[in-house]
C-alpha cells in the first residue's frame, strides 16, 4: 500500500513471534469489537463514543474494492461506557462522506468540528486504473443538530501540490492547531508529521516537525494530548524492529521522544494510540495477534499509601577518635587518610567525599618532629551508597501558570533494576505517566508530588516532595 493508492497508508507485517512481557502491571486487552476477518486502527475517543478505522464488510450484498483488489476502509463507532468497555460497534455514514476509502479523524476540543481523511477523488476508480493516483486529502465537516455535513477540503491538501498526500489529522483542544502526516518532498522520509496553525477560516502553511520527531523511515498517527505531548507511531526511532507508539513533550525545550512503556509496545507492529485526558488508559491498535486490532491499556494503581519524602544524600561525615594523645605538649598527632585523596589531622575531623563509593579509611599516629608513622589505630573499608529512591529535583515554591520540569531516576537500586514506567500525582488529582514531566499548576494551594514505580522485581516505590504553589497578582 502507499500514499499514492487509495488506501489509508499502514505497512502489514505478519510476524510469528511470542509476546515476552516482563515485570509490570500495566494491563493490556484486546477489544471485543475486533473483527476476526478484518483490520482495525486509529482509535479517537470523542463524546464517549469511540471511532476507528476498519475494512470489514458493510453490505453484505455488494463488496467495494480498491484497485488493489483489498477491502476498501471505513469509519466505525462504538459506545464507550462509563467503566471504558466498548458496546456494539455500527458503520458510520454521515451524509455527504466521501464514499470511497475513509481513514483517521480528529476533533475539536467543543466537538463542534470534524477533520478526516479520505480519498480526493470521489468516482470508483476499479482495478482498471491502477496507473491513476488518488491521493489522501483532510476533509473538514461541521456538526449540526447532532449530525455531521459538509465535507469541504482543506486548502492543505494542495501545499505543495495536488499529488501529495496528508491524512492522519489531530487536532489541539482549541482547534486552531492541527497536526497531520503528508509524504511531501521537503519530507526527512517516507512520511512526516507536520503542524499548521488555523488564521481565520484557513491554515497556515505546514510545518515540518523535524528531527526530534521525523526520521528517515515513516511517522504516523499523531495525537496532540491536552498535556502537551504529541503520541506518534514510528519505525524509524529504533535501529531494529517495525513500527512503535512514542510521545514527546512539545511544551519541553529540547524534548526527546520516547517509547511507550512494554507490553503497550511490543515486539510486534504497535501503533495508533489514543489516551485519554487523565493518562491513565487508552486505545491502541497492534499486530500481536496476527492481523490489526484495537487493544486497550490501563496504567497501574499503585497502593502508594506511605511514600517516602525525597532526600538529598549527604557524603560529609565526622570522624573521632578517643586516644591518648591528648596533650599540644606531645609531638604525636593523629591523622586520617580518607581513601580519596585527602587527609586531615586531629582527633576529631569533618571530611566531604566526593560521591558514592568504596573508601579505605586509615588512621595513623604520627610524630611530628620525624614526621613518622608510629603505629597503625585503625584501618576499615567504608561503603557509601546512594538512597534508595526515586530521584527528582522540585523547587519549594512556584507561581501558578509556571511550567515545573520533572524528571524522574532510580537511584541507589541495583543497576539491573528497571522500571517500565514513572507514574505522577500532583495532589490534585491529576496524574501523569513518564519519566520527564512538565506540569502546570492552576491554582495556589500546598500540594505533595508523589512519583511511584513498580520495578523489575515487582516491589512498589513511592517518594515524595512538597512544593507551594503562589498566585502573583496576590
Not at 11 to 32: F, H, P, R
Not at 322 to 346: C, E, H, M, V
Not at 365 to 394: C, H
Not at 438 to 449: A, D, K, N, S
Amino acid at each position: 500500500m502507499s500514499w499514492e493508492k487509495p488506501t489509508i497508508i499502514y505497512l502489514a507485517l505478519i510476524l510469528t513471534l511470542n509476546i515476552q512481557v516482563g515485570a509490570q502491571k500495566i494491563e493490556v486487552t484486546e477489544l471485543s469489537i475486533n473483527s476476526p476477518a478484518s483490520s482495525e486502527f486509529a482509535p479517537v475517543v470523542q463524546d464517549s463514543m469511540l471511532y476507528f478505522i476498519s475494512n470489514r464488510r458493510t453490505n453484505i450484498l455488494v463488496t467495494y474494492m480498491d484497485q488493489n483488489e483489498e477491502l476498501l476502509y471505513r469509519v466505525f463507532q462504538a459506545p464507550l461506557k462509563a467503566d471504558t468497555t466498548v458496546g456494539k460497534a455500527a458503520h458510520f455514514a454521515p451524509p455527504g462522506q466521501p464514499r470511497l476509502n475513509a481513514g483517521p479523524l480528529t476533533f475539536s476540543g467543543n466537538g463542534a468540528e470534524m477533520i478526516a481523511t479520505h480519498n480526493r477523488r470521489r468516482n470508483y476508480l476499479g482495478k482498471k486504473n491502477r496507473e491513476k493516483s488518488n491521493p489522501l486529502g483532510l476533509f473538514a465537516a461541521e456538526k449540526n443538530n447532532g449530525g455531521w455535513y459538509g465535507y469541504k477540503p482543506l486548502v492543505i491538501n494542495n501545499m505543495p501540490n495536488a499529488n501529495t498526500s496528508v491524512g492522519h489529522p489531530s487536532l489541539s483542544v482549541d482547534g486552531r492547531t492541527l497536526y497531520f502526516v503528508s509524504n511531501m518532498e521537503d519530507g526527512r522520509g517516507q512520511t512526516d508529521i507536520y503542524v499548521s496553525q488555523k488564521s481565520g477560516d484557513t491554515w497556515s502553511t505546514p510545518k515540518n516537525l523535524g528531527p526530534k520527531v521525523n526520521t528517515k523511515g515513516k511517522e504516523l498517527f499523531p495525537f496532540i494530548h491536552p498535556s502537551g505531548k504529541l503520541y506518534f507511531t514510528s519505525d524509524g526511532l529504533e535501529p531494529e524492529g517495525g513500527f512503535n507508539i512514542y510521545y514527546i513533550d512539545l511544551e519541553t525545550p529540547n524534548a526527546n521522544a520516547v517509547p511507550m512503556p512494554a507490553p503497550i509496545n511490543s515486539v510486534f507492529d504497535d501503533f495508533s494510540c489514543f489516551v485519554s485526558q487523565n493518562e491513565n488508559w487508552g486505545f491502541f491498535a497492534s499486530n500481536r495477534s496476527g492481523q490489526d486490532d484495537l487493544f486497550k491499556f490501563s496504567l497501574p494503581r499503585i497502593n502508594c499509601t506511605n511514600p517516602a519524602e525525597v532526600v538529598e544524600d549527604n557524603y560529609c561525615f565526622t570522624f573521632f577518635e578517643n586516644g591518648p594523645f591528648k596533650s599540644d605538649t606531645l609531638p604525636y598527632i593523629y591523622r586520617w587518610d580518607f581513601g580519596d585523596g585527602q587527609t586531615a589531622k586531629g582527633l576529631e575531623v569533618d571530611h566531604c567525599f566526593p560521591g558514592p563509593g568504596e573508601y579505605e579509611i586509615a588512621l595513623n599516629v604520627v610524630d611530628t618532629l620525624l614526621n613518622e608513622e608510629l603505629f597503625s589505630v585503625a584501618s576499615y573499608r567504608l561503603n557509601i551508597e546512594k538512597t534508595q529512591q526515586i530521584w527528582f529535583e522540585s523547587p519549594d515554591t512556584i507561581e501558578t501558570n509556571q511550567p515545573l520540569t520533572l524528571n524522574a531516576t532510580l537511584q541507589g537500586y541495583p543497576q539491573t533494576t528497571t522500571t517500565s514506567a514513572f507514574y505522577w500525582k500532583f495532589g490534585n488529582g491529576e496524574t501523569r505517566i513518564g519519566k520527564n514531566i512538565v506540569y502546570i499548576y492552576q491554582t495556589p494551594g500546598e500540594y505533595r508530588i508523589t512519583c511511584s514505580a513498580v520495578l523489575s522485581d515487582n516491589r512498589e516505590v513511592c517518594f515524595y516532595q512538597k512544593i507551594i504553589v503562589t498566585d502573583p497578582q496576590e
